[in-house]
């Protein structure tokens, strides 16, 4: 609990830097999104419903094991993971030289042990489309796998696709404390302001473990 709560001070500039296309692809000439597909907005589940959900169901999580790859089928993700860090106050991204890499903030929870685990990857970047290109897409009730070094697979159910402005990123919603495994996927999206070289908004995945 203590420790998700420091991320959260201390993470602030995330929303700000991370996920955006660079400086390089904006001197191509790419001033707006260009995001695929509509994003499917849905209200966030209530604590009540949650609770009698947990109640009703009984989640068991994993041991801690380092994710290895995603899998989303609805939009074609299969991608390795890398684990990525604060770097100068900020959560790290994968590296722009491989578009398929997605990142998994090692400051959070692996996937499958209960609280929150976060999943970040680029939307495009030096004109090409990167691996959570087509994560605006998701809709309620999408699958989402992730393989683990242990051998296990978590697998999530996407509850709430949200998107924010970056100066008014939600840390509390995203690693605040879970009691159940829960997964949060984080990109860009909106417009691309060609005068910093990143997007304007974040969009967020929420989803719970099936």
């Known amino acids: 609990m203590r420790r998700i709560l420091t991320t959260i001070l201390v993470l602030a500039a995330f929303a700000v830097a991370a996920m955006g296309v660079s400086a390089a692809t904006a001197s191509r000439g790419i001033t707006s999104t260009i995001i695929p597909a509509t994003v499917h907005l849905a209200p966030p589940p209530t604590a009540s419903a949650t609770a009698v959900k947990q109640a009703k169901e009984p989640i068991l999580s994993l041991p801690a094991s ?4 995603i899998i989303i089928p609805a939009i074609g993700v299969n991608a390795p993971v890398v684990p990525v860090s604060k770097t100068a106050g900020s959560v790290g991204t994968p590296p722009l030289t491989n578009h398929d890499l997605a990142g998994w903030y090692d400051g959070s929870v692996t996937p499958g042990q209960t ?3 976060l999943i970040d990857g680029h939307i495009d970047g030096y004109g090409l489309a990167s691996v959570f290109y087509r994560v605006p897409a998701l809709k309620t009730g999408d699958v989402i796998r ?3 070094k242990d051998g296990e697979t978590a697998s999530f159910k996407v509850t709430w696709v949200q998107v924010v402005a970056k ?3 939600p840390w509390k919603a995203v690693l605040g404390w879970t009691s159940y495994p829960s997964l949060r996927l984080v990109t860009c999206g909106g ?6 070289g990143h997007y304007v908004e974040n969009v967020i995945v ?5």
């Not at 380092?66 to 790859?69: A, D, H, S």
């Open 206 to 210: 929420y989803a719970t473990e099936q």
């Open 146 to 148: 992730v393989l683990r």
């Open 66 to 69: 380092q994710p290895v790859r």
């Open 115 to 117: 609280g929150p685990s």
């Open 191 to 196: 417009p691309f302001n060609s005068l910093t």
């Open 167 to 169: 100066t008014a990123f």
